[in-house]
Structure formats: C-alpha cells, structure tokens
C-alpha cells in the first residue's frame, strides 16, 4: 500500500515538472527577441536600425564584424563605430589610426569617449537636457545627456558645439580625419526624430565619399578582453608555472584537501558497546535505582547548564522556577513525570523502564530547548 502511494506521489511530481517546463517553454516563444542597444540590426527603440536602412538608401553601406587589421586596403571609406562595448586594446587603437591615415574616415560616436585615441573631457556645472548647438553650417537643437564637453586639442576643428563647448570635433590621422561625436543617442531609432538629431545624422553621412562601413566588430561580446588577452603571454605563463609549482609542493607537504570528518567520540557520549555493557550490568545486579538515580543527576545537571536553577533544589522548586519557561502542557508534563523522583528509594524492574523513558524524554526537551 505504502509502495502505492509512493509511486502516486513521484507520478504526481513528475507530471508537474512537465507542465512548468512546457509552460516555460510557450512563455519563451511568445517573448519579444531581446537587442543589446546601438546594434545596426536591432528594432527595438534602442537600437540604430532606422539610422542604417536611411545611409542604405543614400549610400553604399555595409556591416563590417571583422577585426581592425582586416579594413579594406583603401580611401576615401567612412566606418562608424556607434557605443563600442568595450575599451578599445591600445595595438586595436593603432590598426585603427593606420587605416585613417591612409585617408579613410572614422566616426566615432561614444557617451564617454575619455581615453580613446587619446580624448579628453572637461567636466561642466550644466546640467545635460536641450541644447542649441551650431555647426555644419546650421544652428540646431539637440538633447545632451552629459554633463561634460570634448577637450579640443591641437589640430583639432570643431564640427558641432552649444554654449559649453563641443559636441563633436575632427582629428586628421594622415590623409584622413577622426570624427568623435559625445552623443550616440542620436543615432538611436526611439531618439533619432527627437529634435534635429535626424539632421545631424545625415550631415555625418555626408563624409563618406565611397563606402560606409559600421563597426559591428565593437559590438560583439565575445570580442571583450579577458584576462587571456590582456596580459601578456609571458605574464600568463609564468602564472600557470606557479600554479603547478603550488599544487606540487602541497603534494609533497602531505596537504590533502576534502570533507572534514568529526571523529565519531566526538559525536557521541560514550561508545554503543560501552552503553550495552553498563546497561546489562545494571539490569543483572538489579541496580534500577542507582540507575535512574544517575539519569536524575544528569538531568539535575544540564538543567543548571542551561536555566541556572541549582542541582540540590526540590523538584517541586525546579518546576516553579522552569514554569516561566513552559507553556501549560509542559508544566503539567513535568509535574506528572518528576513527582516521586524526590521520595523514592527503590525501584522495582516493572518500574524502571517507565521512569528511565520519563527522564529520557525530559533530557531531549532540555537539551533542544
């Protein structure tokens, strides 16, 4: 019957793990596909699809997911590079100044652009919102969300700035030039019809005199540094040396690592074979007294451990000082286990076993309190 039930319950188990993972699997298919945002691909508000299908229909544009060596040999090619993901690796940063030089164009469009081909920001008391900025031959109104402007260094020329400074500013790398614009939101389909940003945008396109490419290559997580690739690869070895050196010496040293054990004297008062022995030599000297005589004792004992109440009181004392500790039920339980403990000297074999369960059952509720 018991085999029964059990099988029942594992059916019934197993039958609702089946109805959560077919649930979960119809709430995944009707789920909306997730975008990370600024990618040329992406729909959704974040994303900069409407910016690429609009250069598509003007120019020959194209994604480009290939590292920077791999830039077409050629001029006169624009490459946006819209909210890389991650910090551009200083030999990254080279291989793209080389493919400028040879007098191609990249716009760079990045919400902090600090550190990248050497750009700097001064910080600002303004708070970011609308702004009139001009540029471009043009006064236009944008949204800002930074509370910094671009640094202008030398050989720089100021494209587009507001009253604060600059928005977007050109670097010339050889024969060809640098664009880094402090504001990639504009580019964004739920942010690109906001004020002039739509404007801007195309005035940006206009640099491209033969291709435009868009970096998608920034955009791919598995494109972020690691520690594989950060640090040298002499660095990497000599750590993975130690590492070795470290396992074998703790080899050598005897060091062994697992579960610990707790000796099992630890975990039990006295051995079975010990408690078997005392008990057998008690019930054949008839010992009944002497033995719940000891149980007394110890229960005495752990009682004062744990509440503070003196072993030499009555047990009358002891259940009127334990009662603030019980419930009703308790108390009455005390009173009708320990009444006769204090007046007893002999113990019968009919009797022992009742009282040393009584004594057994209070020591486990003292113990666990």
């Known amino acids: 019957m018991l085999m029964k039930a059990n099988k029942k319950t594992w059916l019934l188990i197993a039958l609702g793990m089946f109805i959560l993972v ?21 729909p959704s508000p974040t994303g900069s699809k409407a910016f690429y299908e609009f250069a598509d229909k003007e120019h020959e544009v194209s994604r480009w997911t ?51 081909f050497d750009r700097k920001t001064e910080m600002l008391n303004q708070v970011e919102g609308q702004s009139t900025a001009t540029g471009f031959g043009g006064t236009y109104e944008v949204n800002v969300e930074q509370a910094f402007r671009l640094l202008k260094e030398d050989n720089d020329e ?27 939101q504009w580019s964004q389909n739920g ?12 005035q940006l396109l206009t640099r491209g005199t033969e291709q435009i490419l868009f970096d998608e290559y920034i955009h791919g997580s598995e494109n972020v540094p690691t520690a594989f690739t950060i640090y040298p690869k002499w660095i990497l070895v000599l750590a993975l040396q130690l590492l070795v050196f470290a396992v074998l010496w703790l080899w050598y040293k005897g060091k062994r690592f697992g579960p610990i054990y707790t000796p099992r004297k630890y975990a039990v008062r006295f051995g079975d074979e010990r408690l078997h022995a005392l008990s057998a030599w008690y019930m054949r000297g008839g010992f009944y007294q002497e033995s719940v005589d000891i ?17 030499d009181k009555s047990w009358s004392e002891i259940r009127e000082a334990l ?36 004594l057994d059952d209070l020591r486990k509720e003292v113990e666990q309190s």
Do not use: C
Request: charged residues 25%.
């Open 295 to 311: 149980q007394e004792e110890y229960l005495r004992r752990i009682i004062e451990r744990r509440y503070g109440i003196r072993q």
């Open 323 to 358: 009662a603030k500790y019980q419930t009703t039920e308790q108390q009455k339980r005390w009173k009708d286990y320990t009444e006769g403990l204090d007046g007893s000297n002999s113990i019968q074999k009919s009797d022992y076993l009742k009282w040393s369960k009584k």
């Open 22 to 42: 077919v649930g979960a699997l119809l709430a995944s298919f009707n789920e909306p596909k997730s975008y990370s945002p600024y990618l040329t691909q992406s």
């Open 158 to 184: 100021v494209i587009l700035k507001d009253s604060y400074g600059a928005l977007v500013v050109e670097h010339s790398y050889g024969s060809g030039e640098l664009l880094v614009s402090m504001s990639p």
């Open 191 to 202: 942010r690109i019809m906001e004020s002039d940003h739509a404007y801007i945008m195309e």
């Open 66 to 116: 290939a590292p920077p060596e791999r830039l077409p040999d050629t001029s006169g090619a624009v490459l946006f590079m819209i909210e890389p993901y991650y910090t551009l690796s200083t030999e990254e940063q080279r291989l793209y100044e080389r493919w400028m030089e040879q007098g191609n164009t990249i716009i760079l469009m990045k919400q902090n652009p600090t550190g990248l």
